[in-house]
């Protein structure tokens, strides 16, 4: 299978359609990028990686983050972390507050802003939110070999300045004693973890534990069990679009994870990792293009975790 050929195809026949969908106008500087970046990157066991378009121009990763916080936060916890946030689908918009009074402040899921407070307070543990932060940065250089992935400071204090919503949902889980560590160095390290600025290409990479049982075939690094890479993948596959999350496994078929600036990383087990980024929304949050793009390679290649014929790459 010719992914380099797959991957400019599915570039080429979306081109014309760049700039659709909605950017995020809630966090101030993201709706500064330019609506038109278009990119895609597609990397694989052996270290290849078949990019396309704005494939290595970074952007804000800001709810991708989630899933390595999260493998993260496991590793510190272990399990103890799901009598802190559930693992059901919340059918709800990603900043939604209403299930939490009913379910006493326990967030539905780790992706959810709720639950990714929560993940994120746990990722912290009795560590400063510098130390956390720093520790997050560096696996993700070593994942993905490349320290030139950084956090956009600027994005990070705009979030923060607009941050009311996301402060609401921290102070109510704190109200019902959810939280071990003080709201602002949760929130400080919450809003950092959303402003890492990463490529296609960096992303792929750096993720190629979600779709190799835990351990980058690359570098040979483990971020997590077998095991846990399972379960993070059903995560995704369940609650990583929010209350689109249907549609996508619909369309897809296999686990992502979208941000509101607009990337969606995809995991392929066994095969391959995605990304895609392309700033305009659909109502959910999830990149309009970036999902058609994942569609069209899915198509393309037979892949899906649904099939039990598709081709060998
Ligand atoms: N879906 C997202 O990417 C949301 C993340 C964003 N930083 C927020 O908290 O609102």
């Known amino acids: 299978m010719d992914l380099q050929q797959i991957v400019d195809d ?28 278009f990119g895609i990157a597609i990397a694989t066991r052996d ?12 952007f804000s990763i800001q709810s991708v983050s989630k899933v390595f916080a999260l493998a993260m936060a496991l590793d510190r916890e272990g399990a103890a972390l799901w009598e802190a946030v559930g693992r059901e689908p919340s059918g709800n918009p990603f900043n939604s507050i209403v299930q939490l009074e009913r379910e006493k402040g326990k967030p539905r899921n780790p992706f959810i802003n709720s639950g990714a407070i929560v993940t994120t307070d746990r990722f912290i543990g009795d560590r400063g939110p510098d130390e956390a932060v720093a520790d997050l940065l560096s696996r993700l250089h070593n994942m993905a070999r ?11 204090r705009s979030e923060s300045e607009t941050g009311a919503r996301n402060r609401s949902l921290a102070y109510f889980m704190a109200d019902f004693g959810r939280l071990l560590n003080p709201v602002e160095d949760v929130l400080s ?11 296609c290409r960096q992303l792929a990479e750096a993720s190629l534990f979600l779709a190799f049982d835990g351990t980058d075939p690359v570098t040979g690094l483990t971020m997590c069990s077998t095991e846990r890479a399972r379960r993070i993948n059903a995560l995704m596959l369940l609650c990583g679009h929010y209350d689109n999350s249907g549609e996508f496994a619909f369309d897809v078929g296999f686990p992502g994870k979208s941000g509101v600036g607009g990337g969606i990383l995809a995991s392929v087990p066994g095969r391959a990792t995605l990304a895609v980024w392309s700033p305009g929304l659909n109502r959910a949050g999830t990149s309009l293009l970036g999902a058609r793009a994942l569609a069209q390679i899915a198509d393309r290649t037979g ?3 649904f099939s039990g014929t598709f081709e060998k790459s």
């Open 10 to 37: 599915t570039w080429n026949a979306l081109a014309d359609e760049r700039g659709s969908g909605t950017p995020a106008g809630y966090i101030p500087a993201l709706a500064q990028v330019d609506p038109t970046k």
């Open 189 to 199: 390290v919450y809003f950092r973890q959303c402003g890492i600025a990463m490529s």
């Open 47 to 58: 270290g290849s990686v078949f990019c396309a378009g704005d494939a290595d121009e970074q």
């Open 146 to 156: 490349d320290t030139r992935i950084t956090i956009d400071e600027d994005v990070a």
């Open 303 to 305: 892949w899906s975790v």
